[in-house]
């Protein structure tokens, strides 16, 4: 981690830790930029790489393996972390509106928190199928399912609803790693089904016909029972029904369909399409707010349209962080365009992969291991992270403050705070102006008439227990460090038997 002496003059805020905003992290880790304070909103604290995921279920890889710790990341970028889920945005006073924290406020916000479950659109599906999207609550999910055919002595049928890469290699990994576990305990897996459903009449409708018929010999030698052009219309506990009017009894149903967006963009006031994803340009900057960029899944470029994948996401990763920075310095950002054609590798379940790109196409073992190769390269980038110097600099970039910003800037960093003051007297009174006090006749001077000292009368026949502590922040979140600070303080008190009346800031 590298620190500095220099004073913050603009926020930038990242929500979500997806593949781009991984890069952004590393980048800034890299190469700081005086003056900027970075600070990443996350609900979870490791983020799955999307790549990994079938090897990860199919037991090639392990948690470590197949996450990036996004703790020991945001400490390389010197960045804020807070674990909280971001539920709107206030675009007028810029702030960042989390479930479990004040808000936060953002000179430049970047959006790149991946896809939601699309279950609304059919009857039932909400709280009956197991999204595979977003991937941490999916893998926490399939531990459940696992555990659940491993207790599991009578037939088992597993549908899994989308054929599309995703629902294919899923599906796959899956049968591959209960197969595997079962002989692994001396049961058989000869009673457990495997159901694909599809709206369309082809597996695999945007990859070309050698990978699906690839795929196809392999669905059909594995034993899973197929249903195309079958939609799914309901969705029942335990059991779904298509569009043919023919019910399908099933233990779990897994949901790899089309992804959706949460409604918190649109509902601030972001331009979204009709799926509610948000529209950027060649920049990656909303087309309504310049001081919103997205990217991932979330992201719906308006000139470029690509399928949501996570291909596109790390791509997205250098352009982002490029124009973030030109953002922040007063500059032009600049367009990027995705490529249009990109490397697909799928996986088998086992160690065996499909490659291909454009028409062509090329399968078998050395496929899966350069997959491998590949996708542990990407993982290394952020999991094996280099020893910064620390630095002095104090200098701001130009164009990341102006003249009378600076010249401010200067003048606080001349002033005295007041005797023993942990923050400037300027922070203290914003946050202390934004408390409202409990009206006590007991507290004869406090906040409702703020002075040089706080006056409380102790009524007849009552003590006071004091209790000071000092100790250093251990977490970079104020708001977390003030609730383990009262805690604390609160925990002596409490000790000697004492009743908590009035606290001093």
Known sequence: MQKSDTPIVKDLVLIGGGHSHVAVLKRFGMKPLPGVRLTLICRDAHTPYSGMLPGYVAGHYDYDEAHIDLGALARFANARFYHSTVTGLDLREKRVICDNRPPVLFELVSINTGSTPNTSRVPGATGNVVPVKPINTFLDRWEVLRDRAMSHDGPMKIAVVGAGAGGVEILLAIQHRLKNLRAAAGKSADNMEFHLFSD??????????????????????????????????????????????????????????????????????????????????????????????????????????????????????KPLVRNLRRALLGREPRPFRPQSRFLSLISTGDKYAVASRGGWSLKGKTIWIWKDWIDQRFMDKFNDLPDMDEEDETDLPAGLANQDVIKEISAIAMRCGGCGAKVGATVLSRALNSLTPAPREDVLIGLHEPDDAAVVEVPPGKVIVHTVDYFRAMVDDPYVFGKIAANHSLGDIFAMGGEPQTALA
Do not use: C
């Open 200 to 317: 369309t009449d082809d597996i695999l409708p945007t990859h070309n016909g050698l990978v699906r018929r690839t795929f196809m010999e392999t669905l059909k030698a594995r034993g899973v029972v197929l249903h195309m052009s079958n939609a799914v219309a309901e969705v029942m506990h335990g059991a779904l029904r298509t569009d043919r009017e023919e019910t399908f009894q099933a233990d779990e149903i897994l949901w790899v369909t089309a992804a959706g967006a949460p409604d918190w963009p649109r509902d601030a006031g972001l331009d979204v399409d009709d799926g509610g994803f948000i529209k950027v340009g060649d920049t990656l900057q909303s087309t309504s707010h310049p001081d919103v960029y997205a990217a991932g899944d979330l992201a719906a470029m308006v000139n470029h349209p690509r399928p949501k994948s996570g291909v596109f996401a790390v791509r997205q990763g």
